[in-house]
């Protein structure tokens, strides 16, 4: 099958954000009160939000929710970012790919804030790519794993869910893909693909270095099968 559009989610996908955000994370709430492991942090908070967690966070801190906790938060996880943030090694060269494959039918579909992805892609040169096609949980009904981002921009594109390629990391993410009926492609930059256990996932791949050729083979099976 030749796929209409290829949608990304974006940390840890196109920007590595996920260390530097449960860091800042992790620091915070120990200074509430709760002894959390940096392993802990990142098995419990990585693919959903602060915000969906609050119940969590309460129970754990022994103290009430906080709208100006979490505006704190944010202020300096992107001051973080900021100083830290890196690309993901390949990700230009894997969204060009993309890009030409698609004839640019490309999208980002994060469940991060926009600000904050907006902020990140400007910082690494990847905002151009995006920038009227950038979708964010936070500005859904439901943010993964529901379906809802995903339709969104599948709509924005035009693309039927089932000819979508979905690039995710987390279980949430793929989920989310999954629910839509588009292939999802698993990404598993540090070979641990326990993430995507029970889940089906087509392909799982380890670099972005891998996605273009990845799709030229994609575009040669097509080719082969007479799809396009």
């Not at 709430?29 to 908070?45: M, N, R």
């Not at 119940?55 to 009430?64: A, F, H, N, Q, R």
């Not at 990140?120 to 995006?130: C, I, R, S």
């Not at 869910?161 to 949430?172: F, G, M, R, S, W």
Request: aromatic letters at 10%; one cysteine or more.
């Amino acid at each position: 099958m030749k796929f209409e559009a290829i949608l990304f989610d974006f940390d840890c996908v196109l920007i590595d954000s996920e260390p530097i955000t449960n860091g800042v994370l992790r620091e915070m709430l120990v200074e509430e009160g709760w002894p959390i492991s940096k392993d802990e942090c990142e098995a419990i908070f990585i693919g959903h939000t602060v915000r969906e967690l609050r119940d969590l966070i309460k129970g754990k801190t022994g103290k009430p929710w906080r709208d100006e906790w979490l505006q704190q938060f944010y202020k300096r996880r992107n001051d973080a970012l900021d100083q830290h943030l890196q690309i993901m090694p390949g990700a230009l060269q894997a969204v060009d790919a993309a890009q030409q494959y698609t004839g640019n039918q490309i999208a980002c579909t994060s469940g991060a804030d926009r600000f904050k992805i907006e902020l990140q892609f400007q910082k690494v040169g990847l905002y151009e790519p995006f920038k009227d096609r950038i979708f964010s949980g936070h500005e859904m009904p439901k943010s993964k794993p529901a379906p809802d981002v995903y339709l969104a921009d599948m709509s924005h594109l035009n693309a039927k869910p089932n000819q979508c390629l979905v690039i995710e990391d987390t279980a949430p993410g793929a989920t989310a893909g999954i629910a839509t009926g588009a292939t999802v492609w698993g990404y598993c930059p540090f070979g641990d693909e326990r993430a995507f256990k029970n889940l089906a996932i087509h392909r799982v791949f380890k670099s972005m270095h891998d996605l273009p050729i990845l799709l030229q083979q994609q575009a040669a099976n097509s080719i082969s099968k007479g799809l396009i």
